[in-house]
């Protein structure tokens, strides 16, 4: 477990702690800690609408999302004007990836979630794959920014700044306790020709959830599917 002291305090070793820490009293060496985990969950009215879980087979969200797209025509250095992504168009007669994360620029999801797929993405193409998208529950500006800071090159960004997409999945959930207000939980999924062929969610999703987890949504558990399917 990291020691988080004053010479390394940074984002990334605060979130290992945390997580770790968590992860240590709540093990499945120790139920008396999930028992009262889950008690208090349900006291504090935590818990989640198992919604997102359950769609798999079911038709992906038909949405409008409001994106920053190229345009020379627009004076200065910043030549992108508003305009609107359907997400039919994006579903029409394509397998594509959809991996959703909780924020851009947050420690998981820059070191390892979006890179992961990056780093990926020639490989996961040539199983079968047409596109892959990265969704969160940020505007158009700072999916681009963080993109272009991560030197992202492949893998689109989906700007779900009004949350809508997010909300038709199921997927919102309350992250007030670290400041983030409504985001996206961390899943992925396969969707082909719109339908939801396979799902990748996170475990232990509620309300204002003490930890990130990040076990299923990478990169490597979809290349293992895929690789048989």
Wanted: aromatic content about 8%; proline content about 3%.
């Amino acid at each position: 477990m990291v020691k988080v002291t004053k010479k390394n305090l940074n984002l990334n070793n605060i979130e290992q702690f945390v997580n770790n820490k968590y992860r240590g009293n709540n093990s499945n060496n120790n139920t008396k800690g999930v028992k009262k985990t889950k008690k208090n969950n349900k006291k504090s009215n935590n818990k989640c609408r198992k919604v997102l879980e359950k769609l798999e087979g079911k038709m992906a969200p038909k949405v409008i999302l409001e994106v920053r797209k190229r345009d020379n025509n627009v004076k200065g250095d910043n030549k992108f004007s508003w305009s609107k992504l359907d997400t039919n168009e994006m579903y029409k007669n394509k397998r594509i990836i959809i991996f959703a994360l909780p924020g851009a620029f947050t420690p998981t999801c820059s070191n390892t979630h979006l890179p992961g797929y990056e780093k990926n993405y020639n490989k996961i193409k040539k199983l079968g794959i047409d596109e892959i998208y990265c969704l969160s529950v940020n505007d158009a500006f700072v999916m681009f920014n963080w993109c272009k800071k991560l030197k992202v090159k492949n893998v689109k960004p989906l700007p779900d700044g009004n949350a809508k997409f997010t909300k038709k999945m199921g997927a919102l959930v309350n992250k007030s306790n670290l400041g983030f207000g409504k985001r996206s939980w961390r899943y992925s999924m396969v969707v082909t020709n719109g339908k939801i062929e396979k799902l990748f969610v996170e475990g232990g999703r509620v309300h204002n959830c003490p930890i990130d987890p990040f076990e299923v949504s990478d990169a490597d558990t979809m290349i293992k599917y895929l690789s048989s399917n």
